[in-house]
């Protein structure tokens, strides 16, 4: 059983698309982080949020707490945001759950 | 800008060996974490530590494990006896808050023959 569920698991896109990849949870939580995995395994944190909207740049994190979802948007994708984005959630205990991430690859 | 370091990038061992994980966590961070990726699946949560005590740990961080912040900057991960299923990539992150935005390290890389 995952606790956190992603979709789709694989994305390819045309340069300048936009991008959206889904995240359901299933546990109460206090926070929802969204991460991007570099080809070489580095981890970066791009968002973490807890309620509405946030935007950094390209890159929109919005969340839906009654529906438990949330959605990663890339506006204008170019072929360096190829990566695999992972939905992780702390729920109320600080406790951390991860998906299985989405692997997106960005075609020139 | 201030980064998350880890220590050694990649280290293989002898099944039964111990080994320490080292990582350097962004100095005015509070919150301190391990987190391990098994090749091909994907991450999950062994520990989180605050104010020199494990604040969570997760059904992976068994008796094998234990973490200590040694000094004012290392953070550590020790495996006593380490098992071939021990082979992972071991992230460190850290935090200024709870739940907080997390600065994950580089990762290193745990080979266990």
């Known amino acids: 059983k995952n606790e956190v569920e992603q979709s789709p698991q694989n994305l390819t896109a045309q340069e300048g698309e936009f991008i959206t990849i889904n995240c359901s949870y299933s546990?109460?939580?206090?926070?929802l982080h969204w991460l991007q995995q570099h080809p070489g395994g580095g981890i970066v944190s791009l968002f973490m949020l807890s309620s509405g909207k946030k935007k950094h740049g390209r890159l929109i994190a919005t969340i839906n707490i009654q529906e438990k979802h949330s959605s990663l948007h890339i506006t204008a994708s170019h072929p360096r945001d190829s990566a695999v984005y992972i939905c992780a959630v702390t729920n109320t205990g600080n406790q951390f759950y991860f998906g299985t991430g989405t692997s997106l690859t960005v075609i020139p | 800008e201030p980064e998350v370091t880890q220590t050694p990038s990649h280290q293989v061992t002898q099944m039964g060996q111990e080994v320490i994980l080292r990582c350097v966590p962004i100095?005015?961070?509070?919150?301190f974490y391990w987190y391990r990726q098994i090749l091909g699946q994907k991450v999950e949560f062994l520990v989180s530590?605050?104010?020199?005590?494990?604040?969570?740990k997760s059904e992976i961080f068994d008796d094998q494990f234990s973490v200590e912040r040694p000094d004012g900057s290392n953070f550590t991960l020790k495996i006593r006896s380490t098992k071939l299923e021990d082979s992972a990539m071991y992230f460190c992150?850290?935090?200024?808050?709870?739940?907080?935005?997390?600065?994950f390290g580089p990762g290193t890389r745990l080979t266990v023959l």
């Open positions: 530590f605050y104010n020199n005590e494990i604040s969570e």
């Open positions: 992150a850290s935090s200024v808050e709870a739940g907080g935005s997390e600065f």
């Open positions: 100095s005015n961070h509070l919150y």
């Open positions: 546990v109460g939580i206090s926070a």
